[in-house]
């Protein structure tokens, strides 16, 4: 009986780690908001464009599934089945009491970077953009800018450890950050 | 034995949402990262000041204790016992192949906001106040300014869930969301 209790609790914080596909296609994980927050960037943008411009320019909001977040804190690399979610969305200011800066809006899309080396032998990763209310989105195609800057920039693998505070002083302490341009 | 094996897993998971004194003093949360994370703001301030001509304001980091979280989906209210953690981090710029926006830097304070109705029986919350390497911290004064602009602005109960894009809707929805100025 408290078995059966127990598990009650634990099934759904074990389904937090899980994406779903539908063929080919990512069903849009739909509690990454629960996961393990790594950091929050403003207006980032990696080459010249209009962003600077922008007055209200996007959040970017990065979680992870905390399996590979537990992972990542022991050994600095990432493990198989690793889910990154950037949740990229929209910024306001000027509300309620606000004076100054800008705090985060409605309407977010995502992109989904996974390690899955079954799933795609050739790279490991793949990475899955769904529009705003898209809920399933194939996978980006592998000549992509995804994974070329991914590829050369990352700092951990191909991902940008660089950008989150607590897990670049982890790879620093392990030994995985690479130098990157 | 099984329940053993599912409660050893299950404590550490419990633990995760405890703070603890010493006394009247608060000792840092250390785990808090793992916690839910609520939103991030970029060079917020609530008043005419200085913070507009920083170039490279502070982003502020708001989480929650994960059973706090889920009691408030299902309410849109706060339960005793609720933990939210402002961590103010340092932000920088064109840093690897960032070229415009900024991403999170090193050096956190810590600001927490806790309910805890028999601990603090005159406003049932309280707050305590970190610098970066502070293991300890004593209540704020019931005169500070945290609690004047909490009580007068805060959308649910003495919190700034107007800043906090999925809770807003949830309030909204449940119908304790108050309007504020």
């Given at each position: 009986m408290r078995v059966v209790y127990v598990l009650w609790i634990l099934i759904p914080?074990?389904?937090t780690a899980q994406v779903r596909y539908t063929g080919s296609n990512m069903t849009r994980p739909d509690n990454y908001r629960e996961w393990v927050w790594l950091s929050?960037?403003?207006g980032m943008a990696y080459g010249p464009g209009t962003q600077a411009e922008?007055?209200?320019?996007?959040?970017?909001n990065v979680f992870v599934n905390p399996e590979a977040y537990h992972a990542f804190l022991k050994t600095g690399a990432w493990p198989d089945?690793?889910?990154l979610v950037l949740e990229i969305r929209s910024s306001q200011q000027k509300g309620s009491i606000n004076q100054?800066?800008?705090?985060q809006g409605d309407g977010a899309r995502v992109e989904v970077h996974v390690k899955d080396a079954q799933r795609f032998p050739e790279k490991r990763w793949a990475f899955f953009m769904f529009g705003e209310s898209a809920k399933s989105a194939a996978p980006a195609a592998a000549d992509t800018t995804c994974f070329t800057c991914h590829?050369?920039?990352?700092?951990?693998?191909?991902?940008f450890v660089q950008f989150y505070?607590?897990?670049r002083d982890?790879?620093?302490q392990k030994g995985t950050l690479k130098p990157v341009n």
């Open positions: 914080v074990m389904a929050s960037g403003f922008n007055p209200d320019p996007p959040f970017d089945r690793t889910v100054h800066g800008h705090f590829e050369k920039s990352g700092a951990v693998d191909t991902t505070p607590i897990l982890i790879a620093r």
